[in-house]
T-cell receptor, first 111, second 115 residues
Framework: EDQVTQSPEALRLQEGESSSLNCSYT??????LFWYRQDPGKGPEFLFT???AGEEKEKERLKATLTKKESFLHITAPKPEDSATYLC????????????FGKGTRLSVIA | GAGVSQSPSNKVTEKGKDVELRCDPI?????LYWYRQSLGQGLEFLIY????????KSGLPSDRFSAERTGGSVSTLTIQRTQQEDSAVYLC?????????????FGPGTRLTVL
């Protein structure tokens, strides 16, 4: 069974304190790994897609990286507006479901 | 352009009643997905429509759940004889095609509360 595990469950940072969120996955064949941001009371907002190990993508203060077993979302010098839940999802070759999601990391950035 | 829209945004119902949740995907998107998000849980896949193909219903938790997609656009998720464990946020997403590894765009969700 495809599994996606995100850690930590919650992370509290001071403004400007860089850190990383982890998404580890066990799938039979990865077709793509997705990062989403979800604000309270809203649907997930697409951030990145990564397709192969070694790939990196950046957007403002966020950078996503991918290895064969995990992905990291690096947050550089975060601001309070970066506070949200960050979701990781995978699309696997052998799976029947379009996306398998992790439970997310709830990030709080304190001014 | 307009994103994915869902209605109602909130629905409170009594146990045993039927409910219908609506999703309007992004215009031109051929694939449409329903997910359920319960407190403290990840998004759980329910059903997937791609064009005129038969839907993938493998995620529906029971036969009380069903969904339709009319004219390849609007979709309705119906829950019959609602139970308290059906309380959750129901999210709809669409994508340009049903090709795997293409990003899905989500609506704001419908928060369902079953009393």
């Amino acid at each position: 069974e495809d599994q996606v595990t995100q850690s930590p469950e919650a992370l509290r940072l001071q403004e400007g304190e860089s850190s990383s969120l982890n998404c580890s996955y066990t799938v039979s064949g990865l077709r793509g790994l997705f990062w989403y941001r979800q604000d309270p009371g809203k649907g997930p907002e697409f951030l990145f897609t990564l397709y192969s190990a070694g790939e990196e993508k950046e957007k403002e203060r966020l950078k996503a990286t991918l290895t064969k077993k995990e992905s990291f979302l690096h947050i550089t010098a975060p601001k309070p507006e970066d506070s949200a839940t960050y979701l990781c999802a995978v699309d696997a070759e052998a799976g029947n479901t379009p996306l398998v999601f992790g439970k997310g990391t709830r990030l709080s950035v304190i001014a | 352009g307009a994103g994915v829209s869902q209605s109602p945004s909130n629905k409170v119902t009594e146990k045993g009643k039927d409910v219908e949740l609506r999703c309007d995907p992004i215009s031109g998107h051929t694939a449409l997905y329903w997910y359920r998000q319960s407190l403290g849980q990840g998004l759980e896949f329910l059903i997937y429509f791609q064009g005129n193909s038969a839907p993938d219903k493998s995620g529906l938790p029971s036969d009380r759940f069903s969904a339709e997609r009319t004219g390849g656009s609007v979709s309705t998720l119906t829950i019959q004889r609602t139970q308290q464990e059906d309380s959750a946020v129901y999210l709809c997403a669409s994508s340009v095609t049903g090709t795997r590894a293409i990003e899905q765009f989500f609506g704001p969700g419908t928060r369902l509360t079953v009393l």
